[in-house]
């Protein structure tokens, strides 16, 4: 038989669901407001990646793939409401340049890397915790760090990458440029975008994570080193 949870349990339960409420609120306003995501003249640069990032390293990878989920899911939904150059490789519904449809590789590539976003953080986090072995606050600040960073580069390089795979031939269109030249183009993306993302996240993600993982008594509290 089933042992019904504690009440220490059920408020872990509740805390962690309206963590999650939350930067699922958090994901969905950035998106639909200015202040998430940047349109180029190329393609779509985006902070959304740090809620979920931010996400899977207090809540885990389950529920920092949900999260991931709802951010491919947003983006599917900007892209079709606001379509731009790009648009037709995250959203099934606009046409691929040459066809009078969308694709549904658009799927692929507007869920498949948001929902490793919210797990690979989670592993290089838990990964740099476990290599130290102490617990202390030195170990949790870089842990985090690093996490923001995997997360970013995760959603840019596998993103891109599918781009690159999937629409090599229609993205070129899009672009205006030969298909021989996809692979300079999206590298030179990589580039301009990634590393401003990644940077982006290595710094907001321990400055958001640490305080609320000591607030919320997430995990021990970790041991302070004397100067």
């Known amino acids: 038989m089933k042992q019904a949870p504690t009440r220490s349990q059920r ?45 899977s390293i207090l809540l885990g990878p389950k529920k920092g793939a949900f ?11 900007k892209n079709t409401l606001v379509p731009g150059l790009s648009s037709f490789v995250f959203s099934p519904l606009i046409p691929v340049p040459g066809l009078d449809r969308g694709s549904p590789w658009a799927l692929f590539i507007c869920f498949v890397p948001r929902i490793l976003v ?39 390089a596998l993103v891109m990458g599918s781009i690159g795979v999937i629409f090599t031939e229609a993205y070129a269109a899009a672009q205006g ?32 994570c640490v305080p609320l993982v000591r607030a919320l008594k997430l995990e021990k509290a970790p041991v302070v080193q004397p100067a």
């Open 118 to 156: 919210g797990v690979t953080p989670w592993l290089a986090y838990t990964f740099i915790k476990f290599l130290f072995r102490k617990s202390n606050a030195g170990v949790q600040t870089t842990g985090m760090v690093i996490a923001g960073i995997v997360g970013a580069l995760t959603n840019t």
């Open 67 to 77: 999260l991931g989920v709802m951010f491919g899911l947003s983006s599917m939904i």
């Open 11 to 55: 408020s872990k339960q509740i805390q962690s669901m309206a963590i999650l409420a939350m930067f699922t609120g958090i994901i969905f306003l950035l998106t639909f407001t200015p202040l998430g995501l940047i349109d180029l003249p190329v393609i779509k640069a985006t902070i959304l990646h740090v809620p979920v990032i931010i996400g």
């Open 177 to 208: 440029i030969p298909a021989t030249e996809v692979l300079a183009f999206i590298l030179g993306i990589v580039a301009m975008n990634g590393v401003p993302e990644a940077i982006v996240a290595a710094v907001v993600t321990p400055a958001v």
